[in-house]
T-cell receptor, first 117, second 114 residues
Framework: GAGVSQSPSNKVTEKGKDVELRCDPISGHTALYWYRQRLGQGLEFLIYFQGNSAPDKSGLPSDRFSAERTGESVSTLTIQRTQQEDSAVYLC???????????????FGQGTRLTVV | AQSVTQPDIHITVSEGASLELRCNYSYGATPYLFWYVQSPGQGLQLLLKYFSGDTLVQGIKGFEAEFKRSQSSFNLRKPSVHWSDAAEYFCAVGARGGGNKLTFGTGTQLKVEL
């Protein structure tokens, strides 16, 4: 597609339920990132996929959070047993990947606004 | 660990006035530095980035930023603000080799008075 696509755009869920958030990166982008943006805050890094390498999960806040990516395509972020503090906008970004010593621009999706009630 | 401080939560300027948004970072080596803009209903858009070389970088929409190593700063500037520049601006720092795994500041909300 033309840009990074995320679905759903909005999700309201009850505390304790599991949710899945989807990200379709730009075609050909090997790197994919998930970030979380809480109200009035900057973005917090969650997880990073680069090609077939093991993902960098260093930003995941708890074991209730997990993410998968199939090849260089769609990624799914799953939050189990949601809590009210999980309410945030979850942003996905993709880029052409990383060359040592050189970075490439990340393109962000519109995000999924998650509200846990 | 790297960190970013944006000391101004809100800034209001008149249309046509100059703008400077402050950003200070903490990082043990020469960082990658970025400014992003987030408008209502829009995704984040990259304004400019610094990797190396000339410390004054030009970006889109008439923005520029200057990397000052001695002050650990990367302030964003625009000589004449337009009403359409009203948005939230985020400074971010990345580690070399870390791709777009970035640490973001908390943002500065810019309001433009007509």
């Amino acid at each position: 597609g033309a840009g990074v696509s995320q679905s759903p755009s909005n999700k309201v869920t009850e505390k304790g339920k599991d949710v899945e958030l989807r990200c379709d990166p730009i075609s050909g982008h090997t790197a994919l990132y998930w970030y979380r943006q809480r109200l009035g805050q900057g973005l917090e890094f969650l997880i990073y996929f680069q090609g077939n390498s093991a993902p960098d999960k260093s930003g995941l806040p708890s074991d209730r959070f997990s993410a998968e990516r199939t090849g260089e395509s769609v990624s799914t972020l799953t939050i189990q047993r949601t809590q009210q503090e999980d309410s945030a906008v979850y942003l996905c970004a993709s880029s052409l990947g990383v060359t040592p010593g050189l970075n490439t621009e990340a393109f962000f999706g519109q995000g999924t606004r998650l509200t846990v009630v | 660990a790297q960190s970013v401080t944006q000391p101004d939560i809100h800034i209001t300027v008149s249309e046509g006035a100059s703008l400077e948004l402050r950003c200070n970072y903490s990082y043990g080596a020469t960082p990658y530095l970025f400014w992003y803009v987030q408008s209502p209903g829009q995704g984040l858009q990259l304004l400019l980035k610094y990797f190396s070389g000339d410390t004054l970088v030009q970006g889109i929409k008439g923005f520029e930023a200057e990397f000052k190593r001695s002050q650990s700063s990367f302030n964003l500037r625009k000589p004449s603000v337009h009403w359409s520049d009203a948005a939230e601006y985020f400074c971010a720092v990345g580690a070399r080799g870390g791709g777009n795994k970035l640490t973001f500041g908390t943002g500065t909300q810019l309001k433009v008075e007509l």
